[in-house]
């Protein structure tokens, strides 16, 4: 991949270089081409005759960020406009192809935690960034940024752009975003060492790939979960606890799907199989970290239909999972932060200082390696940054059933502000906040009856 910057004048030539799978963005005065797959010698040797035109190239071939920012510093960051999200976005789809054969770039130069945090640390810069008319749309920056950080800033200096670029270079992005690289490499090479601890169960993979039929007759779904009679006794257990609340006991595994429903019970089994690999930390912060990931699922499975995420199932799993990678972090000794309330972007952004990638990305690439469904891979690799998912509506739901679990209400500062504005555009909006923390008690509530089961 190479970028190559042409100045306006010559667009009409430029355009005929072009192939059809490079991206072009017009921005003021320049053509903006991305060429995919494409070195940076065989790009200037294309545009030639084309005077100042400009091929930057990054020196690992994956390193897209790392060009892109070079890109705009040559323009020096000026006239940030829809572009700069829209060549991003588009830069994000190649990379993503082209990583198609290294699974785990795809985890490592993922999300900038740190540059969130730097922003975010910035108020008095970020709102000069998004407020001034000279420099329009940055909006899209805050949109990965928690609403009250952007909202309300203490007090409003002035802030000139010369201010800004100073302090982004001051802030040293390449080296930054190549340490986290680097690190990040190291971190699943050690972790890719000990995979087998975190082998899912194999009955939960059966599990998974019975979740998508819905025509499942209950005989057949008892029979699998009846290979496995540890989790068989600990299902009969539950569905016979004061969760349920049935009069009448339950004595047979497809006696509880009838009465459940299959989506319940494969909910059940998933769970209890996945509390296994809960078993290989601390028995507290397992215990903790339990019960936390259990009110996550039963809130992200009752808040789902209200944010358009008709799959509860899915909602359920990934409320379940979401935390995956603090666990596979604590499991090796790490310290992870955002015990006390949801992660914060300062927690984010030293779990990536210290492991070069976040406990959402670890997450995810657990999740992947166990071959769950993309569509899980994703939301909890996005649940702390729901408008980089792809299907939005699973990671906003996750991600405020989280603020609501660790808050017990909806805590509007620790709310990611895309994810905010999802939710005020959509039915949950209309419901009461009484309802919300009632919900929150009542589920923690049922949460503990399960425990104790
Ligand atoms: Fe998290
Ligand atoms: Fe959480």
New binding site residues.
Partial sequence: MSIVVVPERYADKALGYKRDVDTVVRMRDYLVIGLFNTQADEASARFLSLPKGIAVHPQDGNDIETLFIEALERLRFTGTSPWVKRLWDSIKDIKNYECKDDQESRFISSTFYQFLAFLAAHPNELQYMLEDQASPDLSWVKEYIPFGIWSSPESVRPVTQADITTLFHAWHYKEKMDAKREKGKNTLRRFRNIEHLFTLPSISQEIIDLAGDTLLAASKMAGIIEKDPVLTSRILKVVNSAFYGFHRQIDSVEQAVVILGNDEVINLAFSIAIHKVLETISPQAAKR?WE??LV?AHLSQWLGPHLSCTNKQRSYTVGLL??LG?IVFMQRGYFIG?FEG??SLEDLASEERDSGISHAEMGAYIAERWNLPEAIVDGLMN?HLPSKARNMSLAVTVHIA?VL??CGRLDASKINTAAGKFFSESKAASISRETFSRTVENVTQRVKTILEA
Avoid: F, N
């Fill in positions: 970290l936390h990931s996550v979401h935390d603090k955002g949801p992660a649940h989280d679990a660790h």
